[in-house]
């Protein structure tokens, strides 16, 4: 699973203010399914811990990944919109 790139954000440079509403429900979205995911292969009554666990946590941890990156790039390009916003004309 993996945020389609088309980032939907809007941002207020000057009370930097930001909302993301389409970004917020996949977040949502990813939280919800591999907590499902973690509940289903840990709380269920077994033996063993499953193989699939493994897979999960791995998988997981690349979106997540994937996600603080966008998050990165989002505040770096607003940052840098914001400090040409406020920059002092010559």
Known sequence: MSWSGNHHWHHDPL??????????AYLKQVVTIHQGM?????????QAI?????????DAGQTYREIARELSEYHNSSDAMLNNILKPES
């Not at 009370?15 to 917020?24: A, I, K, Q, S």
């Open 50 to 58: 499953p193989h699939q666990l493994s897979q999960l946590f791995a």
């Open 15 to 24: 009370t930097r203010n930001l909302t993301f509403e389409p970004f917020c």
């Open 38 to 46: 973690f509940e289903k292969l840990l709380f269920q009554q077994q």
